[in-house]
Antibody
Framework: QVQLQQSGPGLLKPSQTLSLTCAISGDSVSSNSAAWNWIRQSPTRGLEWLGRTYYMSKWYNDYAISVKSRITINPDTSRNQFSLQLTSVTPEDTAVYYC??????????WGQGTLVTVSS | DIQMTQSPSSLSASVGDRVTITCRASQSITNYLNWYQQRPGKAPKLLIYAASTLQSGVPSRFSGSGSGTDFTLSISSLQPEDFATYYCQQSYSTPFTFGPGTKVDIK
C-alpha cells in the first residue's frame, strides 16, 4: 500500500517561497509506472493541478501554465520523496496543497494535505 | 484546457435514496473520466475510473456511466458515510482538470 506523507510550513508572508515535501512509502519515486503530482484546493479555484514529475528513462516535469514561471517540482531519489517549490507567493496562493500519485490517468493515492496560508 | 461542469452543485438526500450526479466536459473526452469522493478535512478518494470501472474496495452501490461529453455518477442506496463532496476529473488531456464538485448532504 502506497502512503504519502507531506511536510512543510503552513504560514508564509507575501513574496516568500512555498516549500513542501512528500515522502513516499510503498513505491519508488523512480517508478516507471507512476507520476508524482502536486494539486491544490481553495474555495475560489477548486481542485487545481499544479504539476508533476516522473521517470521514464529520464526525468520529466510538467507544470500548469498558471504557475509555470514560479514552480519547481524535484524528485529526491536518495530519500524517495519529491518536493514543491512555489516562489513569490501571494494571498491567492492560499490553499490546501496535496501531493498525489498518478497511475495511468488517475490520482490513486494522496497525501494528507497541508493548509498553506499566505498573509502579511 | 478542457472545462468540466457538474450538476447539481449540491443536493439534499436521505439514507437509502438513489442519487445521481452529472458531469459534462467542454469537448469529447471519450471515457477518460474519473470520480472522486471527498469527506470534510480529508483528501479526495478515487471511486471510479475510465467512466465506469469501480476502484478496488469501493462499494458496489457506486456506479458510473457515460462517454463523450456527458457522464453520471450514481449511488444506488445512500449510506451515512456517503455524505461528502463528489468531483469528476478528466484525464483525456493535460492538464487534467476537475469539476467544481457536488456536495451531498443530509436532508
Amino acid at each position: 500500500q502506497v502512503q504519502l506523507q507531506q511536510s512543510g510550513p503552513g504560514l508564509l508572508k507575501p513574496s516568500q517561497t512555498l516549500s513542501l515535501t512528500c515522502a513516499i512509502s510503498g513505491d519508488s519515486v523512480s517508478s516507471n509506472s507512476a507520476a508524482w503530482n502536486w494539486i491544490r484546493q481553495s474555495p475560489t479555484r477548486g481542485l487545481e493541478w499544479l504539476g508533476r514529475t516522473y521517470y521514464m528513462s529520464k526525468w520529466y516535469n510538467d507544470y500548469a501554465i498558471s504557475v509555470k514561471s514560479r514552480i519547481t517540482i524535484n524528485p529526491d531519489t536518495s530519500r524517495n520523496q519529491f518536493s514543491l517549490q512555489l516562489t513569490s507567493v501571494t494571498p491567492e496562493d492560499t490553499a490546501v496543497y496535496y501531493c498525489a500519485r498518478q497511475h495511468t490517468s488517475c490520482y490513486i493515492d494522496w497525501g494528507q494535505g497541508t493548509l498553506v496560508t499566505v498573509s502579511s | 484546457d478542457i472545462q468540466m461542469t457538474q450538476s447539481p452543485s449540491s443536493l439534499s438526500a436521505s439514507v437509502g435514496d438513489r442519487v445521481t450526479i452529472t458531469c459534462r466536459a467542454s469537448q469529447s473526452i471519450t471515457n477518460y473520466l474519473n470520480w472522486y469522493q471527498q469527506r470534510p478535512g480529508k483528501a479526495p478518494k478515487l471511486l471510479i475510473y475510465a467512466a465506469s470501472t469501480l476502484q478496488s474496495g469501493v462499494p458496489s452501490r457506486f456506479s458510473g456511466s457515460g462517454s463523450g461529453t456527458d457522464f453520471t455518477l450514481s449511488i444506488s442506496s445512500l449510506q451515512p458515510e456517503d455524505f461528502a463532496t463528489y468531483y469528476c476529473q478528466q484525464s483525456y488531456s493535460t492538464p487534467f482538470t476537475f469539476g467544481p464538485g457536488t456536495k451531498v448532504d443530509i436532508k
